[in-house]
């Protein structure tokens, strides 16, 4: 290629080539000529506004130079590439990230400084890049930071919302949804006008004979709809590796307005055309673990899937190879089964436009995707209806059936004595309407399955894909633990922490192998290590303190034990349970005389999340948090004993806040229910215990932290049927006597009109405790109370809280992502690993 272009021509550009800034006097010069000229602004009207985008130019010119190199390179090479689709990929904020990842850490804040701001100030500045719900759509933005520092080949792909998870408000005590209209100035992504793909929907299919006598289909006659490209850099921590995230946004094939149309005078309908074009990726649907079936996500989705795999499509077919190469050369995983319909795409465009056989085109297929299920629950597993998928999809709806009529006559051949099994293997339900599950497509069009914790993984196994499991042998289903970055989660949300551990282990190496923190655990009896850790963890109390003060005007006292529960709302995450839990405590804080409170370990109860805005149950929730809130932090016979305070709009950037600052972390879903969880994992790397029942990823952390450091309750997963039964069909059920008593004090009006709490309490007293309250209540209880006795021994808790974090090596989302390379990819990382010079 390089032959190519003549030795002069070769010769200017490479002199005038873009150059990366390295030193402070060039930082600086960057961020001034970027607020200078690209904002049109100057040393008299720059606020921090401004700082931060010519900070953020400044970055970002760095970023586009490795971004290019790498895909340059990669272009050459042309190894094995991995595309992760995930409909949620939860960013955060870009800027610190990107000044960690590459290494100028210290310049930009000298930098910063010399021109007049302060480091922490210009990067609150950002908006988060909100496109995701919580665990799954944060777990995709970990992953990605992972590939990149490992230097696999990988992009992501997803849809350029407009509007990212709502902002959450609270008035009077009740979430109000506010919309996140987050493109004004995004200096990280960049519109790719020339790269666009049409996609097609309803219309309907023609069969027909080509020359040669051969059958085949053709999909005709639908609506079009364009997607353009937007591409975001994914630096790497410590290597040149920048990878890249594909983001789509949708707009009407014809442009502006379709001019014939407008033309005619039908001005209205040329832009309603362009609007409905652009509703598709209008909005991210704001439901977490839940499936509501609705039309315009059905949309989304395979918008999103058409656009993806063309582009894959086109980028293998540029190498030339033949077919029976591409899963050779492409890796494409799912996260869940929101992009399932690239399993019948992907089957459309070999058979209907590359005229490969059945066979070929499925054993490509199923070599190609690895599906990723992230839970068991009934309620989250998708179901289209077959009449929608029939208007929208109809040459995909033969193709499922296609898919289906093979895959259960496999069934029937190897199984002939189990019929019974057909109706429950397949792809659709005989329901009405009928549906498609999704999850059945997944696992027949993949080669590898997997969960994402052990004890989710066996539950994969044993009950939603138990008849797979007998069909396709137990090697398709597998596990890969989670894992979080700890660029972000150690070093970025908690840097003294950080400097700390590298003080001792000689250097950052362990953000890039975390394992290394097996080696802090020789510095548990060290009295200089101990003093700093703790003065770390009560800064970062502090920091908390004062932020709790300033948005939610609730004053709270640094030295109290910290308890922190922050993540969606969720009747299975049951922050019902904790907040009956503060209750009890407030209850017996108030039945106790003064001699006993004197003796009370203070407490601050902090939640944080959103609940889904169709979620009545869960919004309930946080008005009951809410109230009892007011009620505890206004008592004077209380005082500093209990504070409850939830802080509002919990996001990303929040998160790298909160996550340092607690002393126990709460992950209290009922047992089998939590796939895996990642907060609990950020919470102990910070210096955290945690409460937790024996669910997801809590189970692997027990073994790692050992069982001194971790404070386990409740009932285990293999009794929650047994438990949900009794509840139905055993004798009338008696409610535990504090339990009973805090439903009391709810209904009494206490905590302001219990009207709105009565769905919470009746849940449990009338309709079958679906999750398990009142069974764990007396044990959560209890379990706190120990909490609080082992919270006095300040010394033995800075031991467990300093030997948890040398053990959470394991944690990192680089060693998931290794797995996943190794088992389900079979991925390598190219020969040439580039490194940033002078780092290691
Ligand atoms: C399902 C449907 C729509 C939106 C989100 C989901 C979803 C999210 N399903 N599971 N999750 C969470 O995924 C995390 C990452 O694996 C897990 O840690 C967490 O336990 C799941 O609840």
């Known amino acids: 290629v390089e032959a190519s272009v003549p030795e002069e021509q070769r010769e200017a550009w490479k002199k005038h080539s873009a150059k990366e800034f390295k030193t402070k006097d060039q930082f600086e010069a960057d961020v001034v000529r970027h607020i200078e000229t690209t904002l049109a602004r100057s040393l008299f009207n720059c606020d921090e506004a401004a700082a931060y985008a010519g900070t953020a130019l400044a970055l970002r010119d760095r970023l586009i130079i490795e971004w290019n190199r790498t895909q340059q390179q990669q272009t050459f090479a042309d190894p094995k590439r991995v595309y992760y689709l995930s409909l949620e990929f939860l960013m955060g904020r870009a800027l610190d990230n990107a ?14 400084e010399e021109l007049g701001f302060r480091m922490e100030d210009v990067i609150s500045q950002e908006r988060d890049a909100a496109l995701g719900n919580g665990g799954l759509g944060r777990l995709a933005a970990c992953f990605l930071d992972s590939l990149a520092t ?120 040329s832009v309603a055309d362009q609007q409905r074009a652009e509703t598709i990726s209008a909005v991210l649907y704001p439901n977490d673990s839940l499936d509501r079936g609705k039309e315009l996500r059905l949309k989304q989705q395979y918008f999103w899937c058409a656009a993806s795999l063309f582009d894959i499509v086109r980028r293998f077919k540029k190498s030339k190879k033949a077919w029976k190469e591409f899963a050779n050369q492409v890796a494409i995983q799912l996260n869940d089964t929101h992009p399932t319909l690239a399993i ?30 992230h839970t068991v629950m009934p309620e989250a597993l998708e179901k289209w209806s077959v009449p929608l998928v029939q208007h929208l999809l109809p040459r995909h709806l033969q193709i ?24 429950r293997v397949s792809i659709i339900e005989e329901s009405e309407p009928k549906r498609v599950r999704m999850a059945f497509l997944a696992v027949i069009g993949s080669h590898k399955v997997n969960g994402v914790a052990e004890l989710h993984s066996d539950l994969v196994r044993t009950t939603i894909f138990k008849d797979f499991v007998k069909i396709y042998g137990p090697d398709k289903f597998t596990n890969v633990t989670n894992g979080i970055t700890p660029r972000r989660w150690l070093h970025q949300a908690n840097p003294r922490l950080s400097a700390l551990i590298a003080s ?113 149950m869960a919004k309930m929730v946080i008005h009951l948090i809410n109230q009892v809130g007011k009620v505890v932090n206004a008592d004077p016979d209380i005082g500093d004993l209990l504070k409850v305070v939830f802080l509002f709009d919990y996001n990303v950037s929040k998160a790298e806040i909160i996550t340092p600052a607690s002393d ?78 805090v439903f009391d004090t709810i209904r009494s009006g206490t905590f302001g009109d219990a009207g709105p709490f009565s769905g919470l309490v009746d849940s449990i007293v009338d309709h079958g405790d679906y999750y398990l309250v009142s069974d764990d209540f007396k044990s959560y209880v209890e379990t706190q109370g120990l909490i609080d006795e082992a919270y006095k021994d300040q010394e033995a808790w800075l031991t467990r809280t300093i030997t948890a974090v040398s053990r959470m090596g394991f944690f990192s989302s680089d060693r998931c992502i290794d797995e996943y390379a190794e088992m389900i990819c079979e991925l390598f990382p190219p020969l040439a690993v580039w490194r940033r010079e002078g780092w290691f």
């Open 99 to 112: 000044i960690l990842n590459v290494g100028m850490k210290d310049v930009a804040k000298q930098g910063l």
């Open 150 to 269: 490992l230097n696999y080949p990988a992009w992501g792909y997803a849809l350029r919302y407009r509007y990212g998870i709502f902002r959450q408000e609270i008035v009077d005590g009740y979430q109000v949804e506010v919309p996140d209209y987050w493109l004004d100035f995004n200096p990280w992504e960049f519109p790719r006008h020339d790269v666009t793909v049409d996609v097609q929907f309803y219309g309907g299919v023609r069969k027909y004979t080509d020359d040669s006598g051969k059958q085949l289909s053709v999909w005709e006659n639908g609506e079009i709809v364009t997607a353009v490209a937007y591409d975001a850099p994914i630096p790497g921590y410590g290597t040149r590796t920048t990878n890249n995230l594909r983001l789509w946004s949708s707009k009407a094939s014809h442009g502006e307005f379709d001019f014939t149309k407008f033309n005619s005078g039908e001005y209205e309908a």
């Open 344 to 373: 019948p795409e992907l089957m459309r465009i070999l058979l209907d436009q590359e005229g490969l056989e059945w066979d070929e085109a499925w054993s490509i297929t199923q070599a190609t995707f690895g599906y990723t299920n």
């Open 400 to 423: 499922i059936y296609d898919i289906n009529f093979h895959f259960l006559q496999y069934v029937e051949r190897n199984f002939p004595k189990e019929r019974e099994m057909l109706s």
């Open 504 to 616: 001792k282990l000689g250097g950052h190496e362990f953000l890039r192998d975390l394992n290394l923190l097996h080696k802090v655990e020789a510095y548990v009896d060290d009295e200089e290590f101990r003093k700093e850790f703790r003065a770390i963890k009560y800064a970062n109390k502090v920091r908390l303190a004062e932020y709790t003060k300033a948005v939610e005007g609730i004053t709270v006292n640094p030295s109290s034990l910290f308890d922190i529960q922050v993540k969606r709302i969720h009747e299975y995450k049951r922050q019902q349970l904790n907040i009956f839990g503060v209750i009890h405590r407030y209850l017996e804080l108030k039945s106790m005389s003064p001699e006993a409170r004197a003796k009370v370990q203070p407490r601050v109860s902090f939640f944080g999340g959103k609940a889904a805005p169709g979620y009545w």
């Open 664 to 741: 126990i972390s709460e992950h209290i879903s009922t047992a089998g229910t939590e796939a895996s969880g990642t907060s609990n994992m950020k919470f102990v790397l910070n210096g955290g215990l945690i409460i937790g029942t024996c669910d997801g990823a809590n189970i692997e952390i027990t073994r790692e932290v050992g069982e001194d450091n971790i404070f386990l309750f409740g009932n285990l997963a293999e009794d929650v049927e047994d438990l949900r039964h009794a509840h139905f069909y055993g004798d009338s059920f008696q409610l535990d006597p504090s339990l009973q008593r």
